[in-house]
């Protein structure tokens, strides 16, 4: 096994942290309006949601890091699939919380599980790690895409 570079490991965690942290701060105040809403069954609780994302984004750069390192022919690509889906997770947030456009959320959702999909394959090719890791993003982002698909349908 590979020495573990900490410090490249950590500025990867941290850079994917800061992704979803900055897309929150654009977002605004996200409580009140999410509680006003009318959720689709399973909804969780508004405070479940920083916590999870906390954790996928922190796996999602431990994940990168991985990539970023190997010596695979699909690394550059893996790593621009990786970028693709960190881009649309961030607006995900600003399209829905600040700018409140339902329809457009639920779309860049779906959009989002197939950006997530795509990571997950073709992480696989470069570190099976790396891909394996991943399942439990893949997993939310689906059941996030159901709950925005559910609150454009249902608000």
């Known amino acids: 096994m590979k020495k573990i570079r900490w410090t490249e490991l950590i500025i990867s965690i941290v850079t994917a942290e800061l992704v979803g942290a900055l897309s929150a701060l ?8 999410y509680s006003q809403l009318v959720q689709p069954a399973f909804a969780p609780p508004s405070a479940v949601f920083p916590v999870v994302w906390a954790i996928l984004y922190a796996v999602m750069g431990f994940s990168a890091y ?37 329809m457009l959320a639920a779309a860049v959702a779906v959009l989002l599980v197939i950006a997530v999909a795509a990571m997950v394959i073709i992480f696989r090719k ?15 982002s689906i059941f996030a895409a159901y709950l925005a698909v559910g609150v454009y349908l249902l608000n």
């Open 26 to 33: 654009i977002s605004g105040g996200y409580s009140e309006y």
């Open 126 to 140: 470069v570190n099976k790690i790396a891909s394996w890791v991943n399942i439990p993003y893949l997993l939310w």
């Open 66 to 102: 991985l990539v970023y390192f190997s010596e695979s022919p699909y690394r550059r690509n893996a790593l621009v699939i990786y970028a693709a889906q960190l881009l649309i997770n961030f607006s995900w947030s600003i399209i829905f919380f600040r700018f409140k456009a339902l």
